[in-house]
T-cell receptor, first 113, second 116 residues
Framework: QQPVQSPQAVILREGEDAVINCSSS?????VHWYRQKHGEAPVFLMI?????EQKGHEKISASFNEKKQQSSLYLTASQLSYSGTYFC??????????????FGQGTILTVHP | NAGVTQTPKFQVLKTGQSMTLQCAQD?????MYWYRQDPGMGLRLIYY???????DKGEVPNGYNVSRLNKREFSLRLESAAPSQTSVYFC???????????????FGAGTRLSVL
């Protein structure tokens, strides 16, 4: 079952902050975040493996709450280059998924000057 | 270093025609994947191959077949194309360290397929 992302779309002005959430109905082993520019391939941003872990990439960071089966992506002081669609990809805890990820439906982020 | 290469980039088919989408990676990855991307649906896994010689169904395998030709190449075949298969198709590869380990997937540029 696909993880659910919220919101579906966000519109920002340069310098504003945004949070994108990813929720799963299953226990998770890891959460991956990808960004896709229009007409291009998804590009890996970061991976979170442990409960409560936070990672950072430029001014983009993320957290993973293992107990709540949720992850959040934080974009601070947004730049025009942050525009795109953000996807979370989840790997379930236990089992033998062997690298398979289930992706959310995506959040469209638009940053205006 | 090309990464993941997909061909063709664009294709238009008539209903009932067949075609094969090609994918090759030069990162020596064991695992390869085929996804389709439709508006509002995100990326849905069609088939994957954990290693050379193995393939397995993903979330939406109906109407597709795959071949893991060797470690580098993983092809997706549409035997009798239908309008519902109009989509953008992405191939990806990765090297999971363990059966459930970190798994960064690297994507090709995509194939935009229209079935009329």
């Amino acid at each position: 079952q696909q993880p659910v992302q919220s919101p579906q779309a966000v519109i920002l002005r340069e310098g504003e902050d945004a949070v994108i959430n990813c929720s799963s109905s299953k226990a998770l082993y890891s959460v991956h975040w990808y960004r896709q520019k229009h007409g291009e391939a998804p590009v890996f941003l970061m991976i979170l493996l442990k409960g409560g872990e936070q990672k950072g990439h430029e001014k983009i960071s993320a957290s993973f709450n293992e107990k709540k089966q949720q992850s959040s992506l934080y974009l601070t002081a947004s730049q025009l280059s942050y525009s795109g669609t953000y996807f979370c990809g989840t790997a379930p805890a236990g089992g033998t998924s062997y690298g398979k990820l289930t992706f959310g439906q995506g959040t469209i982020l638009t940053v205006h000057p | 270093n090309a990464g993941v290469t997909q061909t063709p980039k664009f294709q238009v088919l008539k209903t009932g025609q067949s075609m094969t989408l090609q994918c090759a990676q030069d990162m020596n990855h064991n695992s390869m994947y085929w996804y389709r991307q439709d508006p509002g649906m995100g990326l849905r896994l069609i088939y994957y191959s954990a290693s050379e010689g193995t393939t397995d169904k993903g979330e939406v395998p109906n109407g597709y077949n795959v071949s893991r030709l060797n470690k580098r190449e993983f092809s997706l075949r549409l035997e009798s194309a239908a309008p519902s298969q109009t989509s953008v198709y992405f191939c990806a590869s990765s090297e999971p360290k363990t059966r459930q380990g970190p798994n960064i997937q690297y994507f090709g540029a995509g194939t935009r397929l229209s079935v009329l």
